[in-house]
T-cell receptor, first 112, second 110 residues
Framework: EAQVTQNPRYLITVTGKKLTVTCSQN?????MSWYRQDPGLGLRQIYY???????DKGDVPEGYKVSRKEKRNFPLILESPSPNQTSLYFC???????????FGPGTRLLVL | KNEVEQSPQNLTAQEGEFITINCSYS?????LHWLQQHPGGGIVSLFM???GKKKHGRLIATINIQEKHSSLHITASHPRDSAVYIC????????????FGGGTRVLVKP
């Protein structure tokens, strides 16, 4: 089954404790992206990647890191999480930059 | 400034009614997406447009490049269409970055 998976789905952590949210797709898509969704602010893009070893900033990259060492995986790293990074995070992939996007189920993060 | 605006923010319809959601953007784009977010939170891509019109079942999406405007129509609406509908664009001058509208919350009453 074609899908984008994210782990964990729910996470509660404390300020400053490094964490990684994994994202994996099985569709051989070149494009992968991370978004956050906040009440009143909607969806905003954090980082995206056009292919292996190619990443670019979205609208809200501060406080996040990404890496794309393999085509199927695109982890989101919070080196030192802060409460303002409490949000719902989505990973997505597509065949090309402007192709239909396939979204993961979301990861709900609470930073205390 | 690269902006995407949707209207209305909220919409309530009776089952069977025709629904239109609008999306306007500020400058030239290379692609426009319509997404649906279910009450449970999952997001599904409905359409990707760069010109013209697309239809899938009861959903129709149109785009007018000259007027910088797109519409999503739902014909014969049904309670299961209740969701948030989100417009997102890739501005030509912004690489492959995606910018989202604020979403339209649709409630279809039986």
């Amino acid at each position: 089954e074609a899908q984008v998976t994210q782990n964990p789905r729910y996470l509660i952590t404390v300020t400053g404790k490094k964490l990684t949210v994994t994202c994996s797709q099985n569709m051989n898509h070149e494009y992968m992206s991370w978004y956050r969704q906040d009440p009143g602010l909607g969806l905003r893009q954090i980082y995206y990647s056009m292919n292996v070893e190619v990443t670019d900033k979205g609208d809200v990259p501060e406080g996040y890191k990404v890496s794309r060492k393999e085509k199927r995986n695109f982890p989101l790293i919070l080196e030192s999480p802060s409460p303002n990074q409490t949000s719902l995070y989505f990973c997505a992939s597509s065949l090309g930059g402007s192709g239909p996007q396939y979204f993961g189920p979301g990861t709900r993060l609470l930073v205390l | 400034k690269n902006e995407v605006e949707q209207s209305p923010q909220n919409l309530t319809a009776q089952e069977g009614e025709f629904i239109t959601i609008n999306c306007s953007y500020s400058v030239g784009i290379s692609a426009l997406h319509w997404l649906q977010q279910h009450p449970g939170g999952g997001i599904v891509s409905l359409f990707m447009l760069s010109s013209g019109k697309k239809k899938h079942g009861r959903l129709i999406a149109t785009i007018n490049i000259q007027e910088k405007h797109s519409s999503l129509h739902i014909t014969a609406s049904h309670p299961r269409d209740s969701a948030v509908y989100i417009c997102a664009v890739i501005f030509k001058a912004a690489g492959n970055k995606l910018t989202f509208g604020g979403g339209t919350r649709v409630l279809v009453k039986p």
